[in-house]
C-alpha cells in the first residue's frame, strides 16, 4: 500500500516555477524600459508640435486677446499667455512636464497677434537616451515642420 499522496505539488516544483518566471521578468525590463523610452519620445514630440500650433491658433483667433508662446525648460513645455512667459506663471498657462529620458532644447517662441507669425524662425532639437532625435523647425511665417 502505497502512503504518498500524489495529487499535490512539492517545494522543488514550485521553485523551479518561480525561478523560470524571474529569469522571463528580468529578461524582458531591458526591452520594456526602451520601448517607454521611445513612447515617451514620440509623446513629447506630437505634444509640442500641438502646443507650437495650439499657441499660433489661440494668437491668430484672439484668445483672451492675447498673444501666446511656447516655453520650454528643462523640465516643462509652458504654453503660456502675453509677449513673454513670467515664472510663475498665470492661470492662462498650459504645463507639459517632460519625463528624464526626453532633453528638449530650451527655447521660447511668441506669435504675432495680428499674423500668427513667430517671433522667429528657430528649431527645437528633441532627443531621448534611446538615441532618438528630432529636429522641429518653425519659420518666420509660423509654420511647424518636424524633420
Given at each position: ?96 512636464d517632460i519625463p528624464k529620458s526626453i ?7 511668441v506669435f504675432n497677434q495680428l499674423t ?29 515642420d518636424v524633420q
Open positions: 500500500m502505497n502512503l504518498r499522496n500524489k495529487n499535490g505539488i512539492t517545494i522543488i516544483e514550485i521553485l523551479i516555477v518561480v525561478s523560470i518566471m524571474a529569469v522571463i521578468g528580468a529578461s524582458t525590463a531591458p526591452l520594456y524600459s526602451n520601448f517607454l523610452v521611445r513612447t515617451y519620445f514620440k509623446d513629447k514630440t506630437n505634444e509640442l508640435v500641438s502646443c507650437l500650433r495650439t499657441a499660433q491658433l489661440n494668437t491668430i483667433s484672439g484668445k483672451e486677446n492675447s498673444q501666446w508662446g511656447v516655453h520650454i525648460s528643462p523640465s516643462k513645455i509652458i504654453m503660456f499667455k502675453g509677449s513673454a512667459y513670467v515664472d510663475p506663471g498665470t492661470a492662462f498657462d498650459y504645463q507639459y532633453t528638449i532644447s530650451q527655447k521660447e517662441l500668427g507669425n513667430a517671433s522667429d524662425a528657430t528649431t527645437i532639437t528633441i532627443t531621448s537616451n534611446a538615441g532618438e532625435s528630432k529636429t522641429i523647425s518653425i519659420n518666420e511665417v509660423g509654420t511647424v
